[in-house]
């Protein structure tokens, strides 16, 4: 339109253009894919997920928003399993009142709409004091992605990972709280050498342990044809980057990718449960 | 490493174990158990009486080693390391190191008879302390931890603690160390199976790649020492993090020299450590000198640890074009040419390179909008309601558009429409060819933000505290985002999301599409600044009238750093790859660092900056109250 009205010299009103470096993106479809399996290893099943999603129109725009939760426990006597499951109830059932209700029912409230940091920060806060009280031997990681439009909002503690998969390329957005991860970072050991280390489990940071929680945040960007995965270790120690790209490449479906990213968990050897939940844009 | 396992209490280091012996007991026939010290691990230590020397109380300490495996070979494993620790301490002879008397096995345990130690561990101090210790005191400590260690490293091989922290150093009454727990059972940690909680705590990152050495335990020390300091228990922290921690922000009362040598110890890479004990009690020696010399002190003497003094060197303009009055407009470059307003009625056409003057358009009133070059044209709003656009070759007029109130909001130019608000509530979209009005939308309040524009919307604030997109094309509302107070700050959009100030003191992050808030940051103080992106740093810098200048993480919200100017800071920044320019009312422009916030240099100009910079090519222009506009080197 833009080449048009020059051309013809003409006013017209603006108009909106197919390209521009910071163009709204709206009308996106979301599908989602998700699947939990637990491990033949010794441990109970300890991963634990959820997945919410609404779209509601606004005009002619589709308004997407969904939420996907995470969460890998630990400590004996099923208390690993209890704290994941526990922890990814409240938080889903926190962000359903704080952000899915308003946004459904009270749209023009001001005082409803908390910003989504804030409020994914403190549903991860009053979990970790909830399962700390309801388990006190279990923890959990959690990683929790909102999809809000054309952005997700990612909060996390612990282990468990999300990848940005765009433009054929894959990128982890969550930094491990593990102390192999500062070790990586400090330049002491490889991300090879890491996946060996004694104390590749040891985790600095997780849910449901006394005391402050420190919760990360992240926002990012989601473009079109874009995919956002989350997973627990069982996954991401077993199935190389490359190989997690190419098997979501090459899959008709969210779910069908999914799937095919716990098998190849699997016939890699994972003994531990593996979780996959891979959100489509 | 200090760690646990998820089926264990934090607590337990400190509990009284269920199957120790009761008071009144007595091992070989000759030392009577009094009452457990302490425990941890697989190990407990008992106050006992040593009933050989029947007229004297004689004290003693005995640790008792239990193994609860069922493994024959970790229970071998664990006798190897009680005796390990036993042939260790019999072979050791410092002031610092207590005393072996006995080594014995009795009813499936094992035990080390020691000399007891008077006095409390300095996690017990730390604990009960209200505040970080007084630095006189750690550096003494630190100074005798230092002549042990060296003790210890002399050996052939180099005996190495490994474990130095708080609870294994002793301090009696008189103040000496002493080191307990030898027991270098670190073997028990290893491959153990399951996600579990733990942090790293005190030794350095080396440790965990299995290589224990000297300067290893200096590291230790320089995390004990962190943590007396500050009180910040390094175990709560994610690993190796200290540095993140700057001790003086916390305690105040650390010297600069004292602060260098605990950093210098705590380096990731040990080749930038202290070479040896003997080096770093000899720099700890320096600065106790330096802090109980009753003389002055001069901050040179305090070399080579002293931190680096702030640069606030001279910055000579290139030129300075001064206006007849107050410059509170921001300067645009284009071609070579600023373009800039003043309150004295008149855009200032002036050459970049040399600041002389080229042309200047009178308007019937002040100019606080700033001008938007576009094409061939210059264009910007007036106090006399008119919208000007201008040949910025010439000065001529292509045309001007009333509105019926002040323009200072500035125009926008996209999709070849001209987007910009007024006071008298409205915010308009004109054909940027021929200045005729598209639509206007209307609000309660004035408009002196100016617009942030994608193909297919334009976003502004007004006075009303809303947020407004509106369609491009027709000027129809698709939503608004209420803030609290007035939002005269101008959008910034990125990548699908707002960022924005309001008076309201908060910074927003609001996605773009489904108008919820991202996150917000909340300064002290109004936001009328504009906030700048740098994708070099992916941080949001933006300016409040407390004073800062914040540079907000624009993925989480949080801040980076924040600089303190002088005077409450409306002038926008301008970010290159480095820095960060920006003016405060306290008569400065600001250079930062982009990344950490330091001061590069700052410009007194005598008078409140309130325009924002702008950058090109080598230079920054800005205007001050002062009457002048300024080109300035990066």
Request: glycine share 8%; hydrophobic share 40%.
């Amino acid at each position: 339109m833009k080449i048009l009205s020059r051309l013809l010299g003409r006013e017209t009103p603006p108009s909106p253009a197919a390209t521009g470096n910071n163009g709204d993106r709206h009308g996106l479809g979301i599908e989602i894919g998700a699947l939990t399996v637990q491990g033949v290893g010794p441990d109970p099943d300890e991963d634990a997920l959820m997945t919410l999603q609404v779209a509601i129109s606004r005009g002619e725009e589709l308004l997407p928003l969904c939420m996907c939760i995470v969460a890998d426990g630990m400590g004996g006597h099923e208390g690993g399993q209890i704290a994941s499951d526990l922890a990814v109830r409240l938080v889903g059932e926190w962000v359903l009142s704080r952000i899915y209700r308003p946004f459904l029912g009270e749209p023009d409230n001001p005082a409803a709409r908390q910003p989504v940091s804030e409020v994914l920060t403190e549903a991860i806060v009053a979990a970790n004091g909830k399962v700390h009280e309801a388990c006190p031997d279990g923890g959990t990681t959690l990683t929790c992605a909102l999809v809000l439009g054309s952005n997700a909002f990612l909060a996390h503690v612990g282990d468990s990972r999300a990848y940005l998969i765009s433009r054929n390329t894959i990128r982890r957005i969550t930094t491990d709280h593990s102390l192999v991860n500062r070790l990586i970072e400090l330049g002491q050991i490889t991300a090879q050498e890491a996946l060996q280390h004694p104390q590749r489990n040891v985790l600095y940071r997780a849910l449901g342990r006394p005391g402050n929680l420190e919760v990360d945040t992240h926002l990012q960007s989601l473009p079109a044809h874009s995919a956002l995965l989350l997973c627990t270790d069982g996954l991401w120690s077993a199935v190389a980057e490359d190989e997690m790209l190419s098997t979501i490449s090459a899959a008709p479906s969210p779910q069908i990718a999914c799937n095919h990213l716990v098998d190849r968990a699997i016939e890699h050897g994972s003994d531990d449960n593996v979780t996959a939940v891979l959100v489509q844009v | 490493m200090e760690r646990r396992q998820k089926s264990q209490p934090p607590s337990s280091a400190n509990r009284t174990p269920e199957d120790a012996l009761e008071p009144g007991a007595v091992l070989q026939q000759r030392y009577q158990i009094l009452k457990v010290r302490g425990s941890g691990g697989m190990a407990v230590v008992y106050r006992a009486r040593d009933l050989r020397f029947e007229k004297v109380s004689r004290i003693c300490a005995v640790k008792e080693m239990t193994v609860h495996a069922p493994e024959t070979r970790l229970r071998d494993l664990v006798v190897h390391s009680f005796e390990r620790e036993a042939n260790t301490l019999a072979s050791l002879n410092h002031p610092a190191i207590p005393h072996i008397f006995d080594y014995f096995n009795e009813s499936n345990r094992v035990y080390l008879v020691m000399e007891f130690v008077e006095g409390q561990d300095l996690e017990q101090l730390i604990d009960d302390s209200p505040a970080p210790l007084d630095p006189g005191r750690v550096i003494d400590w630190a100074i005798q931890i230092c002549d042990v260690l060296g003790y210890l490293h002399s050996h052939e091989p180099p005996f190495v603690f490994r474990d130095l922290k708080p609870s294994n150093i002793m301090i009696n009454e008189q103040g000496d160390v002493r080191l307990i727990d030898f027991g270098i059972a670190k073997v028990f940690e290893r491959g153990q199976r399951g996600t579990m909680i733990g942090t790293a705590g005190y030794p350095p990152p080396e440790q965990y790649r299995g290589f224990p050495e000297p300067r290893g335990d200096l590291y230790a020390l320089g995390a004990t020492m962190h943590h007396l300091l500050t009180q910040r228990d390094p175990r709560q922290e994610p690993p190796f993090s200290f540095h993140e921690h700057p001790i003086r922000e916390v305690n105040p009362k650390v010297s600069a020299a004292l602060d260098a040598v605990v950093m210098k110890a705590l380096e990731y890479d040990a080749a930038k450590r202290f070479g040896s004990a003997a080096e770093m009690q000899a720099a700890l020696d320096a600065v106790n000198h330096l802090s109980t010399s009753p003389a002055p002190i001069s901050t040179i003497a305090l070399s080579p640890f002293e931190a680096a003094v702030t640069y606030d060197g001279d910055v000579t303009p290139y030129w300075t074009f001064a206006c007849e009055d107050e410059v509170r407009s921001s300067p645009t470059v284009s071609d070579g040419i600023v373009y800039v307003g003043s309150f004295d009625h008149n855009l200032y056409a002036v050459d970049a390179t040399e600041g002389k003057f080229v042309w200047k358009y009178p308007t019937e009133d002040v100019i606080s909008s700033s001008p938007h070059v576009w094409g061939d044209l210059v264009l910007f709003g007036s106090e006399d309601h008119v919208i000007y656009a201008l040949f910025k070759e010439t000065g001529g007029i292509a045309w001007s558009t009333p509105t019926k109130d002040r323009v200072r909001s500035s125009p926008r130019v996209s999709l070849e429409h001209v987007f910009v608000g007024s006071d008298d509530h409205h915010f308009y979209c004109l054909s940027a060819r021929q200045g005729r009005q598209m639509w206007a939308f209307e609000t309660p309040s004035f408009v002196r933000s100016s617009p942030a524009v994608s193909p297919e919307r334009v976003y502004f604030g007004a006075s009303d505290g809303c947020v407004y997109a509106l369609d491009v094309q027709t000027g129809r509302e698709r939503w608004r985002f209420t803030t609290n107070r007035t939002v005269i700050s101008t959008p910034l959009l990125y990548e699908g999301v707002i960022y924005v100030g309001s008076m309201d003191w908060n910074l927003y992050a609001i996605d773009a599409q489904a108008r919820w808030s991202l996150w917000s940051y909340r300064t002290q103080g109004w936001v009328v600044s504009n906030p700048a992106l740098s994708e070099t740093t992916g941080l949001v810098y933006v300016g409040s009238a407390d004073g800062n200048v914040y540079a907000i993480d624009r993925e989480t919200g949080r801040k980076a750093w924040s600089y303190e100017t002088g005077g409450p800071v409306t002038s926008s920044p301008a970010v290159t790859n480095d820095a960060v320019y920006i003016g405060s009312t306290d008569g400065h422009l600001y250079s930062l660092d982009a990344r950490q916030g330091e001061l590069r240099w700052k410009f007194d100009t005598g008078a409140s900056v309130v325009s924002s910079p702008t950058v090109w090519e080598h230079a920054v222009f800005v205007g001050s109250r002062n009457r002048n506009l300024y080109a300035l080197p990066l």
